[in-house]
């Protein structure tokens, strides 16, 4: 055997300086990974998340093919990788075909039009365009915008909560919070922190919610954010009982309202609306109804997609309080029906209105079949479906 034939034969099918270029390529995969204390698995999980197409389903394996030099993904699955760590190919598996073109002012109106229209669009549908357009700024720029890959995956977490897709959407909030760390980016770190106090209340988990609000820094405190965290630390305590304190801190999420919004602050923000939505919620859990139906009729005159499934329930459950079972089943199924909607915040309210109508008419045929609509069980116990969107 000649010397190019046993150099070829020791390296697997490749030459000595194909052999070196994937040992380089190895290294920097390993490093990227434990440099985020990811094991191959989280690895494989954030990846699949990132994916434009079909995923091998031993992913795991292969990654570990893949750092031990043993192989190297396709150009699809590199973009996916290099998606995954907010990163561009290049940096993770050296210079390749040439790369799409683009410019940095027309990502920025991309992205700027896929945040505009998160509040009205189908989620499934944005996130498809969002998580496109993801993969697409790997390979169109050798060094893209740093900030627009954390934004495209704020939006993506953002949608994925929507979904009741909760660990892809916690994949997404943490490369999001990880690339915004490492700019310090304090504007996009605040609306990191800001879906996560969100997701917190949703989940039933009110005191981690509360200290992420209340530990959400200067851009949480001094801008029209604040009165978003605020907002959140109310809904907590509130579903924590603590009715002083939950007025509190609406109080604090009212002044707030008239503070300017950062302007290195990336996200569209309606402030009034999303007031107008938590102290809804407050006066609801709290039981005042008269405040709670004033700020929900307020929300349905005002055409706010998002907030329009909780207005209905809400005055779901106040009829149902009164004793109106007819206008309490009405306004259930309205809520329902509203497409665009963040699925987990409405299961919360389908059980309250559910448990009000079990404890008054527990024999309402009617009722029963709301129960199922909603895909919640008697007294309040979730079936699989409303587990999932609540998980």
């Known amino acids: 055997m000649n010397q190019t034939a046993t150099s070829v034969w020791a390296t697997g099918g490749m030459r ?16 990227a990974r434990q440099g985020r204390r990811l094991s191959v698995e989280d690895a494989a999980a954030m990846v699949r998340t990132c994916a434009a197409g079909p995923v091998p389903a031993n992913l795991a394996d292969r990654w570990v093919e893949w750092e031990r030099g043993r192989s190297e993904p396709g150009s699809e699955l590199q973009v996916a990788v290099a998606t995954a760590f907010g990163v561009v190919p290049d940096q993770l598996f ?33 996130a498809a365009e969002a998580a496109e357009h993801l993969a697409m ?18 939006l993506l977490a953002h949608l994925h909560h929507d979904l009741g897709e909760r660990p892809t959407s916690t994949i997404h909030q943490r490369l999001a919070s990880g690339i915004a760390t490492r ?5 996009l ?11 917190a209340v949703t989940s039933g988990r009110s005191r981690t919610a509360i200290e992420i609000a209340q530990d959400g820094g200067a851009a949480t405190t001094t801008s029209s954010l604040g009165s978003r965290m605020r907002g959140h630390e109310a809904r907590a305590w509130a579903r924590l009982g603590q009715h002083r304190a939950a007025l509190m801190a609406l109080d604090r999420a009212r002044e707030l309202l008239s503070a300017p919004q950062d302007p290195d602050d990336p996200w569209p923000d ?11 919620e407050v006066y609801r859990v709290l039981g005042d109804d008269l405040a709670a139906e004033s700020f929900a009729a307020a929300l349905l005159a005002g055409d706010t997609p998002m907030a329009a499934a909780p207005a209905h329930l809400t005055l779901g459950v106040t009829a149902a309080r009164r004793g109106d079972a007819g206008r309490a089943l009405h306004a259930g199924y309205q809520g329902l029906a509203v497409s665009r909607r963040c699925r987990p915040a409405v299961a919360l309210v389908a059980e309250e209105l559910l448990n009000v109508l079990d404890t008054r008419w ?5 009722i029963a079949r709301l129960r199922s609509a909603a895909g919640l069980r008697p007294s309040g116990r979730r079936t699989r479906t409303a587990q999932r969107l609540e998980a």
């Open 189 to 199: 770190l605040a609306r990191c922190r800001d879906l996560a106090a969100a997701c």
């Open 94 to 126: 050296g210079p390749g075909p040439a790369r799409r073109g683009g410019t940095a002012a027309g990502d920025d109106r991309v992205i700027r039009q896929l945040l505009d229209a998160y509040p009205t669009r189908p989620a499934e549908e944005l």
């Open 362 to 366: 527990p024999r309402h045929s009617e």
């Open 270 to 280: 309606d402030g009034t609306r999303r007031f107008e939505a938590d102290a809804m």
């Open 183 to 187: 700019l310090a980016d304090r504007a």
């Open 137 to 154: 700024l790997s390979v169109a720029h050798a060094t893209p915008v740093p900030r627009d890959p954390a934004l495209l995956h704020l």
């Open 16 to 31: 000595a300086d194909e052999s070196g270029q994937i040992e380089s390529r190895r290294g920097r995969l390993r490093s």
